[in-house]
T-cell receptor, first 112, second 116 residues
Framework: KNEVEQSPQNLTAQEGEFITINCSYS?????LHWLQQHPGGGIVSLFMLSSGKKKHGRLIATINIQEKHSSLHITASHPRDSAVYICAVRLRSTSGTYKYIFGTGTRLKVLA | GAVVSQHPSRVICKSGTSVKIECRSLDFQATTMFWYRQFPKQSLMLMATSNEGSKATYEQGVEKDKFLINHASLTLSTLTVTSAHPEDSSFYIC????????????FGNGTRLTVT
């Protein structure tokens, strides 16, 4: 079982739909990142969360530390939102440096 | 915002040659840079963590003599794939952290390496 699990793996939505992507993890973390990877490969950091909720434009990210779960929501989805969304958790390794574990990603396609 | 530049974006090389990939933080000092490898439709796999002025820390299973990492300054880290083999063909991507607590990750645009 992976330490970071995302669901769904693939998601197709119609333009305008509300989208939710989930991330569950089984390790203790100090922060969680949501990343967006475009078809060309470049990765953009969307959010970094350690508690609560953050909003940026049409994107909302929430985290529940007790339940070890985070969600990424996209409101009024648009074809340009089509990308792979990756959940990454940051944990502190025994050497005291930061270490990251990545989920396998959710491939989102938004149809016009 | 912080920008990480990775170069080249694509490279094709012959088996047995070496390829160097550069990762630069353009407007900030990156204490730590990470190098990842990504296979098609799979997630990022951490290869090594590079700290400025010290030796890189490699993940288990990553050959340090094959994947040479140098972090000579606070703005530049390089990954050299030595004696490249077709199985080294992959997408390599770097990320960097600022020298502040709770810094987010900033990623380069990746390098697609094809070894023929």
């Amino acid at each position: 079982k992976n330490e970071v699990e995302q669901s769904p793996q693939n998601l197709t939505a119609q333009e305008g739909e509300f989208i939710t992507i989930n991330c569950s993890y089984s390790v203790g973390i100090s922060a969680l990142h949501w990343l967006q990877q475009h078809p060309g490969g470049g990765i953009v950091s969307l959010f970094m969360l350690s508690s609560g909720k953050k909003k940026h434009g049409r994107l909302i990210a929430t985290i529940n530390i007790q339940e070890k779960h985070s969600s990424l929501h996209i409101t009024a989805s648009h074809p340009r939102d089509s990308a792979v969304y990756i959940c990454a958790v940051r944990l502190r390794s025994t050497s005291g440096t930061y270490k990251y574990i990545f989920g396998t990603g959710t491939r989102l396609k938004v149809l016009a | 915002g912080a920008v990480v530049s990775q170069h080249p974006s694509r490279v094709i090389c012959k088996s047995g040659t070496s390829v160097k990939i550069e990762c630069r933080s353009l407007d900030f000092q990156a204490t730590t840079m990470f190098w990842y490898r990504q296979f098609p439709k799979q997630s990022l796999m951490l290869m090594a963590t590079s700290n400025e002025g010290s030796k890189a820390t490699y993940e288990q299973g990553v050959e340090k003599d094959k994947f040479l990492i140098n972090h000579a300054s606070l703005t530049l880290s390089t990954l050299t794939v030595t004696s490249a083999h077709p199985e080294d063909s992959s997408f390599y991507i770097c990320s960097a952290r600022l020298r502040v607590n709770n810094s987010p990750l900033h990623f380069g645009n990746g390098t697609r390496l094809t070894v023929t």
